[in-house]
């Protein structure tokens, strides 16, 4: 498992655990419950990638598409991220929380540019001014 999904996995147990200490649950029901929550989201994005192109995003709902964009931002995907979120249609309640996440990658990949833009002159005398 790479680190991003350990992270992930580690977070869902985490708010598991304080949830089941919240429903007087044990630990082991809620760390079961975190890992078949992972691997459920696992396997729906596996069924997600193994569709047609064109029938990938019909197929789903405006909700599906929300969790799965999210998901995509969790694993570092963001052009699936992306997506998944301008797959939204307007009327649907979910439409808010995609543009603002949408807006948010926005942001991100602009600083990232930024960054890549600045990185040649971070070398020889102008090491220390970055």
């Known amino acids: 498992m790479s680190l991003s999904r350990v992270i992930v996995l580690f977070f ?17 029901l809620a760390t079961e419950k975190a890992k078949a929550f992972y691997q459920s989201g696992a396997l729906i994005a596996e069924r ?3 569709l047609p192109p064109a029938d990938n995003y019909r197929q ?3 909700a599906q598409h929300l969790v799965l964009g999210k998901a995509a ?7 699936e991220a992306i997506k998944h979120l301008k797959a939204i249609p307007r009327r649907a309640k979910e439409y ?9 990658l926005e942001d991100w990949q602009q600083i990232g540019e930024t960054v890549d833009k600045i990185a040649p002159f971070c070398e020889g005398p102008f090491r220390l001014a970055c």
């Open 60 to 62: 789903l709902t405006p």
């Open 48 to 50: 997600v990638r193994s």
């Open 73 to 79: 931002i969790a694993f570092g995907e963001i052009e």
């Open 96 to 104: 808010a929380e995609a543009q603002r996440l949408l807006y948010q």
């Open 12 to 28: 869902i147990i985490i708010f598991l655990a304080a949830f089941a200490l919240w429903q007087n649950v044990s630990l082991e």
